[in-house]
């Protein structure tokens, strides 16, 4: 066992996981000294049962640890992954606007059930959208006050959100082309547990991803530097090693302050976005 290696693979799938050396400590169960030691290299051979509990505290499988075939640490020629002209190695997407197409129906939907203007309920959604897509409201709590000021009795904005999002034309095939050449990940602002169901009903596109940023979960909004911060930690990469494919022009100027490279998407242009993402892709 490469020891070295291990420690490397250890500290990436801690920052994945947005886990200090003490909060990950506690959850595997490991003292502070045996676990900076491990991502040191310092412990030969650590025990099968410690990478078990640390892979398990991560949400990371003991073959991505371990290096072995099908792992991130994987040296395989065939696994191995890429890196563009201009040193980028991972790339995050965006996901409103970017790997979907937006929820403008469900606002109409909705206005048409509350007698409201479509102008009104999107300002009375942003008004109440914050505190959700950044953990500090439930959807439950989220629901309940945007339904009050509609005068509704009650209001499930995912549904009205899930029934209406679509995928972006052309993104599946970008995406999946750029999960086998880089590492990649989202980095989201969204409400609770959206991101996990778009997902699981196959609107955003089902691959690895290396890391996954929601705002919901780090409770940071782009274009705020701490959500670039934790984004960069997890992707475990240095700035300008670093892709940001976003719709937002806020969002990109943050990126770019923050070290990284940008391509904007142009929600209105999918095909000619996905041409200059492939193009600062290239190897």
Known sequence: MDEKAL???LQVARKRAGLTQQELCQKAGLSYSTLAKIERGAIRSPSVFTVANIAAATGTSVEDLMGLPGGFG??????AKKRSKTGIRFVYFDV??????????????IAGLSGHPTDMVET????????ASIGR???EQFNA???KDLGLDSLDWR???MNNVEPMPGVKELVEWVSENYEIGLLSNNLPGFIDGMIQKGVIPQVK???IVDSSKVGALKPGPKIFEMAQQMAAMEPREILLIDNDRPNLIAADQAGWQVVWFDDLDPEGSIARARESLAF
């Open 7 to 9: 420690g490397k693979r």
């Open 74 to 79: 994987s040296p395989a020629p065939a696994n």
């Open 96 to 109: 409103n606007d970017t790997l979907v197409g937006f929820f403008h129906k469900a606002f109409s939907e």
């Open 124 to 131: 009375i959604y942003w008004r109440h959208h914050h505190d």
């Open 137 to 139: 409201a439930t959807m």
């Open 145 to 147: 006050e945007v339904a």
């Open 159 to 161: 549904e009205y959100y």
């Open 209 to 211: 991803y290396n890391a």
